[in-house]
C-alpha cells in the first residue's frame, strides 16, 4: 500500500489539498453521480466568479497605475519644457526665430495632455465595459442549460 502511494500522481496533490481542510473525492475516478457532479459544477463557477472578480480588480489596478504613470510622465515633460523655455527666455539665449518654433509646438502638445489623458481614460473604460459584456455573454448561455436541467428534475 505504501509502494502504491509512491507511485501515484495525485497523491501529492491529494496531501496538499487534504491539509488545507479540503478534500478531493473522486479525483483518481470519475463519479457518474449527478448531484455530485452539480456540486462540483456549483462550486466550480464559485471560484470561477471569485477568479473574475480578482481578474477585474487586478486589470483596474493596472489602469489606475498607467494612467498615474501617464501623468508623471506628462508633468515631468512639462517641466522639462518650462525650463527649457526659462533658459530660452534670458538674455544670454535671445536667439530669435528658430529656437522659438519648436517651443511653440512643445508648448502647444503640452496644453493638450489633459485632452490626451482624458482621450485615454474613455479608450480603457470603453475597452473594460466590452470585456465585462463579452463576458457576460459567454456566462448567460452556460447558465441557461442548468436552470432548464434544474426545472426538468423537480
Known amino acids: 500500500m505504501a509502494d502504491e502511494q509512491v507511485h501515484d500522481p495525485l497523491n501529492f496533490m491529494r496531501n496538499l489539498w487534504g491539509n488545507m ?3 478531493l473525492p473522486g479525483m483518481v475516478a470519475p463519479t457518474f453521480d449527478i448531484d455530485e457532479l452539480d456540486k462540483r459544477i456549483k462550486d466550480m463557477k464559485a471560484v ?5 472578480m480578482n481578474l477585474s ?3 483596474m489596478t493596472i489602469q489606475g497605475l ?3 504613470r501617464t501623468t508623471v510622465s506628462t508633468v515631468q515633460a512639462m517641466g522639462e519644457m518650462a525650463s527649457k523655455a526659462a533658459k ?3 538674455p544670454e539665449a535671445a536667439e530669435p526665430a528658430p529656437a522659438a518654433a519648436p517651443e511653440a509646438t512643445a508648448f502647444s502638445e503640452a496644453a493638450m495632455w489633459p485632452w490626451q ?4 481614460m474613455r479608450e480603457q473604460m470603453q475597452q473594460t465595459a466590452e470585456a465585462a459584456v463579452h463576458a457576460a ?3 448567460k448561455p452556460a ?3 442548468a436552470s432548464r436541467r434544474a426545472k426538468g428534475s423537480s
Open 48 to 52: 470561477e466568479g471569485w477568479l473574475r
Open 117 to 120: 489623458m482624458m482621450q485615454q
Open 57 to 59: 480588480m487586478l486589470q
Open 21 to 23: 481542510g479540503f478534500t
Open 66 to 68: 498607467e494612467m498615474q
Open 137 to 139: 455573454s459567454e456566462e
Open 88 to 90: 530660452s527666455m534670458t
Open 143 to 145: 447558465s441557461k442549460p
